[in-house]
């Protein structure tokens, strides 16, 4: 949920709500999620971050300070979502990390490509997927350093 002033620390775009819950619980645990939008599909995503459709009336120098993207989404994929972000001189400093269940190499090298910064793969194991949560979560709000969006 945004904050009052409507700042977002993490937007998690995902369609599953299992991984969603799982996320946000971790994050929530270590006190990481105060502000977190969740959106489920890559349309959404886009209309979230570029503020048009549905989220018209959001700022669009109100950015989340990381992207948590899916690449399996319904309607856009998330590598059409990196697309656009990365290509858009106000949104692409934005940190975009990968979490999905895809082990294709292709996917990888593709997020690469388009300028992910980070790309991790679900752990298909409860502990291993909690552990996952908090330490993006750690590294991406409280340790990285982004510069301003333009």
Not at 15 to 32: I, V
Not at 40 to 68: K, W
Request: net charge negative.
């Amino acid at each position: 949920m945004a904050s009052p002033d409507g700042r977002v620390d993490i937007l998690m775009v995902e369609d599953n709500p299992n991984d969603e819950e799982l996320t946000l619980h971790e994050l929530r645990k270590y006190h990481l999620a105060n502000t977190v939008q969740v959106v489920r599909d890559g349309q959404e995503a886009l209309e979230y971050i570029f503020c048009t459709g549905r989220y018209a009336d959001r700022d669009v120098n109100e950015h989340p300070h990381v992207i948590l993207l899916d690449i399996k989404l319904p309607f856009i994929d998330g590598l059409e979502v990196l697309r656009r972000v990365k290509q858009d001189p106000r949104t692409r400093t934005i940190p975009v990390v990968m979490l999905t269940s895809s082990r294709e190499e292709r996917d990888l090298i593709e997020s690469y490509r388009l300028g992910v910064n980070s790309y991790i793969v679900k752990p298909v194991d409860f502990d291993q997927f909690k552990e996952s949560a908090r330490a993006l979560g750690m590294y991406w709000l409280l340790y990285n350093r982004p510069p301003k969006a333009a």
